[in-house]
């Protein structure tokens, strides 16, 4: 990471432990989805945008981790925080033993298979023999965390809403970074060669079998860890929060963000959270209209995603600051 980018991340950082003080806690709670949605776009972003396999049923594996946090919570008393890395190992294998007979379909064919996935995991979840778990159609409130007594003790005074965006914020950049190295190390490089040429790819030694199966765990465990933390979040789950819709609008968050860019993550997280409240505002009678406007626009005007667009104006103002 350069001089420059670094300075970057410490004042954006440094922005984000600001925000919740200065805004409501109704913004507080918004952001906190963002960070949300960040994890689980980052997640998605590795399947899609670095390895190539299409998926349309994201959505399935946000509700896998989102009800794993709370059946844990729930039927077993177990503190929020652990919830996480268990929801994760969850949607890990879930994801691994999914990519592997995935491994025969391609392009459209995958995107169909993940497709029906995410279409029939609302059903699944209301199904009579799993209402013991599930709780049905009605689902499951979790009661929400308060801070911890050792803030107060230290002098920080933090209601519940605060809290969980600080929460949010530690685990959201725990993942970025785990996935910066993953993807700028070895695996990304495989993952971006099977993307690109994937004969190519075996020919060198690479097991692309093996790497995509990867990449579909990888993906999974990180949206998994989102749907936990968004379940965390919002204190309730059901089957109906959970439907085809939700995958697609991952998918509509990468493209805007931007394929293959870590950072367009946060701003593919940014418009899905904030852009469909803008078009409600506009237009009562037909947001979604609105909505549609907003992401024609968005992929006219960059067609490499925000993050496209951020790099190449840096990329002027170096070079007029250099002049």
């Known amino acids: 990471m350069t001089r420059r980018a670094t300075i970057g991340v410490v004042v954006l950082v440094a ?5 919740p003080f200065v805004v409501s806690n109704y913004r507080t709670f ?3 989805l963002v960070l949300v949605y960040a994890i689980a776009l980052l997640g998605l972003n590795i399947l899609t945008g670095y390895n190539g396999q299409i998926s349309l049923g994201h959505g399935a594996f946000y509700a896998i981790g989102a ?3 709370a059946v844990l919570m729930d039927r077993f008393g177990a503190p929020y925080w652990a919830t996480l890395p268990a929801a994760g190992a969850v949607c890990l294998v879930a994801g691994f033993l999914f990519g592997l007979p ?5 392009g459209l064919y995958l995107a169909l298979a993940t497709f029906a996935l995410g279409v029939s995991m609302p059903q699944l979840l209301k199904y009579h023999h799993l209402e013991k778990w599930t709780g049905g159609v009605q689902g499951i409130v979790i009661a929400k965390p308060e801070p911890p007594a050792f803030l107060g003790e230290a002098g920080l005074r933090m209601n519940s809403d605060q809290w969980l965006y ?6 959201a950049a725990l993942m970025f970074v785990l996935g910066w190295n993953l993807l700028r190390g070895r ?5 971006i060669a099977i993307r690109d040429q994937h004969i190519a790819a075996e020919a060198m030694g690479i097991n692309s079998a093996l790497y995509k199966s990867l990449a579909f765990g990888v993906s999974a465990m990180y949206t998994g860890i989102a749907g936990a933390l968004g379940a965390i979040a919002v204190q309730y789950v059901a089957p109906d929060s959970f439907t085809i819709f939700l995958s697609l609008v991952f998918l509509v968050g ?7 860019s870590i950072s367009g993550a946060l701003y593919g997280a940014l418009f899905i959270q904030f852009v469909p409240n803008v078009a409600d505002e506009i237009s009562k009678a037909a947001p979604w209209a609105i909505f549609g406007l907003f992401l024609i626009g968005f992929v006219y005007l960059m067609p490499a995603g925000v993050a496209g667009a951020v790099r190449t104006l840096l990329v002027r103002f170096t070079r007029k600051g250099a002049k």
Do not use: D, K
């Open 187 to 191: 695996v990304g490089r495989a993952l």
């Open 102 to 106: 995935a491994l025969r379909l391609e």
């Open 15 to 19: 922005i984000a432990c600001v925000l």
């Open 30 to 32: 918004q952001l906190t």
């Open 67 to 69: 009800y794993s946090a």
């Open 166 to 171: 600080f929460f949010a914020l530690a685990v």
């Open 254 to 260: 990468i493209v805007v963000g931007g394929l293959a």
